[in-house]
């Protein structure tokens, strides 16, 4: 894989007002009034009472008419969910996550369902945009047994122009030869690091690493590297794969 | 408390779900155009769909993606009620619903009004590339998962939005970049 010397045109990068606008608008949330109403609805302690919100005792307002319902509504799914109701649904969650093995046949993910009892079906006729099939012949492969989507090794550039291989196209293709060869894919990382040191998909190649380590059988480097992602990151909602990677016995959270 | 899930799978229960993730939500929703009572009643509606959906959740789940897919179906569905009020950025904050503006200077509101203008005038998928990446900080691959796209196109929306936001800070107030701690 060639690629010239050039700086690649990576993100533009953000200056430091913007930064910390956005870092205000991440500080934002409900209010306490809000949470301690969405909490009441939440039914205090887990327990599923059939009123959903129905506990009181010190003025916990009702949410509005809207929320009234969904509240009795959450009280009910709640205790669908205790009582072990766990087939009706599977449909979004399981496309949107499994399509990159299963490649694009028939609805996709667009088929969500997401309405319980009295849910004013929220997802159901939504026509979310597709995934999957962004351009012929995309091979779609899978590469790694979790939530990865569909990463092609077109040529298409994510980064448009760029003579060199693009940052997607060498996560991709690390990706895709994660399972097969990873070796190669390890190369792949190593060449995203140098072009891309901080590209958008740094964290996609760490994981793409500690996968490759391991698979190599480099358990203590791959160990090493997923420590340091989550000590960078701790944030990251690579956690959970990262532990299954490295088989941490510390559990999901 | 004894959690409600297989110990095989290691699912949360809602309520933690809940503690961890509702200021997300609520933005999540914010962004998509809900105000004041509206993101009330659907961050209340997506809990209800997560509640129902709990025993989904498996370790590799990524929870922010995941939640953001059903936020995004509570809140088109929320736009799509009659009294629902029509999508509506505004470079005006909800000041009411947001505590820790109150402590910000005069200069981070401006910014922050600026940013949300640039936001607001973008394209709505650029738009929540835009606020998935930079502001919730999700990796890109948790963005393209949230928004049920290829990687390449959430870094395109990324990338374009970010081009935007720079351009318009850049325009705007070159001297005032600094970084405060």
Known sequence: MKHDSSPSPIEPSLPAAARQAASDLRARGPSED????????????????????????????????????????????????????????????????RSSSNPPTGTGPAAVSASPASMPEPSDSVPVETRGAPKAGSPAVATTQSARPVVTGAPSTAEGGDSGPSETQLIGRAQMLVHTNPKKALMLCEEHARRYPNGMLVQEREVLMVEALKRTGRDREAAEASEQLLQTNPDTAHRNKLKVLIGDSGGAD | ???????????????????????????????????????????????????????????????????YGIARRVAAASRRKAHTRREQLTGELPT?????????????????????????????????????????????????????????????RVKVAKGKVAAAFADAEPEEVRDEA
């Open chain 2, 96 to 156: 009411v619903e947001t505590p820790p503006d109150q402590h910000i200077t005069l200069e981070r509101r401006e910014n922050l009004a600026r940013l949300q203008a640039v936001l607001e005038a973008m394209h709505e998928d650029q738009r929540l590339a835009f606020v998935l990446r930079e502001v919730e900080q999700l990796s890109l691959q948790e963005v393209a998962d949230a928004m049920e796209c290829p990687l390449q196109t959430a870094y395109s």
């Open chain 1, 34 to 97: 809000a949470l301690v109403r969405l909490r009441a609805s939440l039914g205090g302690g887990g327990s599923p009472s059939p009123a959903g919100h129905a506990k009181s005792g010190e003025g916990l307002e009702p949410l509005r008419s809207a929320g009234r319902a969904s509240g009795s509504a959450l009280g009910r799914a709640i205790g669908v969910v205790v009582a072990g109701a766990s087939l009706a649904g599977v449909g979004w969650y399981v496309a949107a996550h």
């Open chain 2, 1 to 67: 408390m004894k959690r409600m899930h297989s110990p095989a799978n290691a699912a949360p229960r809602v309520e933690e779900l809940f503690e961890q993730h509702v200021s997300f939500v609520w933005r999540v929703l914010e962004h998509h155009g809900l105000r004041g009572a509206d993101v009330e009643d659907a961050t209340q509606e997506v809990f209800v769909v997560v509640a129902r959906k709990l025993p989904q959740i498996t370790a590799a789940t990524p929870m922010r993606s995941w939640l």
